[in-house]
């Protein structure tokens, strides 16, 4: 099983960044998908969230009408697409997926917003 996040960088306030997790290993269309963050100094955050089934996107207050997860089963990859990026928005950014008592992490990615 692996979740490999990528899509991270360096990027100015007000800018735009778009992760990718790609999955394997498993029946990625029957899960949850979630990406979390972990800023320095801080505890993991769950940032959004995308149903396996029924599409339900959650998102986390702060990144609401900023950032978009979506999916795409046929290339077994969740998105998030993160626009207005404010330097709160610094941490590493984690996948998941999860189904049940089933739960994998990737490695993440660094996204910095510096100017």
């Known amino acids: 099983v692996q979740l490999v996040e990528s899509g991270g960088g360096l990027v100015q306030p007000g800018g735009s960044l778009r992760l990718s997790c790609a999955a394997s290993g498993f029946t990625f269309s029957s899960y949850a998908m979630t990406w979390y963050r972990q800023a320095p100094g801080k505890e993991r955050e769950f940032v959004a969230a995308i149903a396996s089934a029924d599409g339900m996107t959650p998102y986390a207050a702060s990144v609401k009408g900023r950032f978009t997860i979506s999916r795409d089963n046929a290339k077994n990859t969740v998105y998030l697409q993160m626009n207005s990026l404010k330097f709160e928005d610094t941490a590493v950014y984690y996948c998941?997926?999860?189904?049940?008592?089933?739960?994998?992490w990737g490695r993440g990615t660094q996204v910095t917003v510096s100017s």
């Open positions: 998941n997926a999860r189904l049940a008592s089933s739960t994998y």
